[in-house]
């Protein structure tokens, strides 16, 4: 049984004793064959899982861009006034501005309340005469843009007087005066539609006062400048239907 036992041992190859009785010498390593045999699949492995996860990728950012309305948030949709709130909104306005209008306009064409205008007494020794009761009665309510105005009471007698609508100067009438201090024999005379009038000019009051002197009394008319001839050319009518002519007879010249 010894001899047995050690032929046996005597049998085993040198490099299976050598490794069973050397304990310092180093584990081998495994054979190349083995881990070659591994890898191929493990490369085929990823390459078919990376293709897979790529599509995934790519249909997930394919969804994000094109969006699926399903599953896309809902945005609130714009807020729609009424077409009849927004013709409201548009036409209010207009309709402002128009109503400006219309009441400048109206403003512009309402009568503006004058004052009550006050006339200075002159003399006038022939006011009651028969001559100016026959002519303030005929004389016309309006002398081209001016109207008739309201005198302050007591008011000087055989007087009247126009205003334009907006007030200001006032064409004056005065009836039964005395002969004018300037009327000579030398004085210029002018006739406007028959009658026989001599201008006295005011150069601070910008106006110019017309006496008729060919009537039974004299007749003063005051016209600021401005005014035009149509007030001198309607008082000379009436003068001529209601006064009848008569000679001049002017003051003497002076020394």
Not at 56 to 61: I, K, L, P
Not at 151 to 167: F, H, M, S, Y
Not at 216 to 230: E, F, H, I, K, N
């Amino acid at each position: 049984m010894a001899a047995d036992s050690s032929d046996r041992d005597s049998a085993e190859p040198e490099h299976e004793r050598t490794d069973a009785t050397d304990p310092g010498s180093a584990p081998k390593e495994p054979a190349a064959t083995d881990n070659a045999s591994d890898r191929p699949q493990a490369a085929d492995s990823d390459a078919r899982t990376t293709p897979s996860l790529s599509k995934s990728e790519d249909s997930a950012n394919a969804d994000t861009d094109t969006g699926d309305p399903d599953s896309r948030p809902a945005s609130s949709p714009a807020h729609q006034y009424p077409p009849a709130l927004i013709a409201t909104a548009v036409a209010l306005p207009v309709v402002l501005v128009v109503a400006v209008l219309v009441a400048a306009v109206l403003a512009h064409r309402a009568p503006v309340e004058r004052e009550p205008l006050v006339l200075g007494p002159v003399p006038a020794p022939a006011a009651e005469g028969p001559a100016c009761a026959a002519l303030l009665p005929a004389l016309p309510a309006d002398l081209g843009d001016f109207t008739k105005s309201t005198l302050v009471e007591p008011a000087p007698p055989a007087t009247r007087a126009w205003q334009r609508a907006d007030g200001g100067d006032a064409i004056v009438l005065r009836c039964g005066l005395d002969r004018p201090l300037e009327f000579n024999r030398a004085s210029p005379l002018q006739i406007v539609n028959g009658v026989q009038w001599f201008e006295v000019r005011d150069q601070a009051a910008k106006a110019s006062t017309w006496f008729a002197v060919d009537r039974g009394t004299y007749v003063a008319l005051t016209v600021p400048d401005g005014s035009g001839p149509t007030p001198l050319q309607e008082v000379s009518d009436t003068i001529t239907a209601n006064l009848p002519a008569q000679p001049i007879d002017p003051g003497p010249l002076p020394n």
